[in-house]
């Protein structure tokens, strides 16, 4: 059985920091390409940031270039989103996922989702 488990989540002011981090089991880990997306109330699923399989190859958001830092641990089987300068307009559940993917950045392309987590940034 496929887990995506993610952590790190939680109430933080503008302009903290946050590490995110997704432990995944029931997949061979260092074949499947990684991804956080991010969900806020009343808009769509959005792709933050992806790596791929071997960590060589990411892909973030225009939104998230520069603030936050994607990587993965594959010994660990864990994958992270470190995210710095938060904003508001960051609130919203944050969810891992896993796929074989042609370019990382399509939900389409992950078949397996975690619950996700809550992010919540004050002004």
């Known amino acids: 059985q496929v887990q995506l488990v993610e952590s790190g989540g939680g109430l933080a002011q503008a302009g903290d920091s946050l590490r995110l981090s997704c432990a995944a089991s029931?997949?061979?880990?260092?074949?499947?390409?990684m991804a956080w997306f991010r969900q806020a109330p009343g808009k769509d699923r959005e792709n933050v940031a992806a790596?791929?399989?071997?960590?060589?190859?990411?892909y973030y958001a225009d939104f998230a270039e520069g603030r936050f830092t994607i990587s993965r641990d594959n010994a660990e089987r864990r994958v992270y989103l470190q995210m710095n300068s938060l904003k508001p307009e960051d609130t919203g559940v944050y969810y891992c996922?896993?796929?074989?993917?042609?370019?990382?950045?399509?939900?389409?392309?992950?078949?397996?989702w975690g619950r996700g987590t809550q992010v919540s940034i004050s002004s």
């Open positions: 790596i791929n399989w071997s960590g060589g190859s990411q």
């Open positions: 029931g997949i061979v880990f260092n074949t499947y390409d």
């Open positions: 996922a896993a796929g074989r993917t042609p370019g990382l950045v399509s939900a389409r392309d992950y078949g397996f």
